[in-house]
């Protein structure tokens, strides 16, 4: 059965401090893994990721998959109390014809605190 | 246009009543979704639609059916719903064989 996990299910920092999010994933036909943020309704997305070793960036916020120890990680630096957020990680797979399907993580709730 | 319009944004219904939620989308994409969300879970995918016919239905119960009229609208019929059905409907949509979801801002629907 395909399994997306992320740890830890919630963390609380204080603003400027450093965070990283952890997914790891078992699932057939991987395709690819994608980073979403959901404050209130609608997950707005961060990151797609397919190829192993190579970091994306944008701005504060970096990610990175291993696709042979089967994870990825999300850095957030200089943590702001606007990132408080449920950051979700999403696999996607091949499900046969022009189809894709995400299966996605339990999420992190982040509390940045003034 | 980068938005997926859903409405109403909160529906309040008995278990008897026909709803219906709506979602729209102008970027040219041939794949939509609906996902269910419960509070503090992660959405949970119900039906996939590949170029208006449906590619996926992960076992949703005959109460939810899904409606793709043409390649820009999404509906989600709802007929004698129960209390646990209550969540967030979020309707997304993506390219073909795409893996970026775009997500709409969802229905909080309210069942009694």
């Known amino acids: 059965e395909d399994k997306v996990v992320q740890s830890p299910l919630s963390l609380v920092v204080h603003e400027g401090d450093t965070v990283t999010l952890n997914c790891s994933y078992e699932v057939t036909n991987f395709r690819s893994l994608l980073w979403y943020k959901q404050e209130k309704k609608a997950p707005t997305f961060l990151f797609m990721l397919?190829?192993?070793?190579i970091e994306k960036k944008s701005g504060r916020l970096s990610s990175i998959l291993d696709k042979k120890e089967l994870f990825s990680i999300l850095n957030i630096t200089a943590t702001q109390t606007g990132d408080s957020a449920v950051y979700l990680c999403a696999v996607g797979r091949n499900y046969g014809g022009a189809t894709n399907k995400l299966i996605f993580g339990t999420g992190t709730l982040l509390a940045v605190q003034p | 246009d980068t938005e997926v319009t859903q409405t109403p944004k909160h529906l309040v219904m008995g278990m008897t009543n026909k709803k219906s939620l709506k979602c729209e989308q102008h970027?040219?994409?041939?794949?939509m979704y609906w996902y269910k969300q419960k509070a503090k879970k992660p959405p949970e995918l119900m039906f996939v639609?590949?170029?208006?016919?449906?590619?996926i239905n992960e076992s949703v119960p005959s109460r939810f059916s899904p409606e793709c009229p043409n390649s820009s609208l999404l509906n989600l019929h709802l007929h004698a719903l129960q209390p646990e059905d209550s969540a967030l409907y979020l309707c997304?949509?993506?390219?073909?064989?795409?893996?970026?979801?775009?997500f709409g801002s969802g229905t909080q629907l309210s069942v009694l």
């Open positions: 997304a949509s993506s390219p073909p064989r795409g893996d970026k979801l775009f």
């Open positions: 639609y590949s170029y208006e016919k449906l590619s």
């Open positions: 970027m040219g994409h041939r794949a």
């Open positions: 397919t190829s192993s070793g």
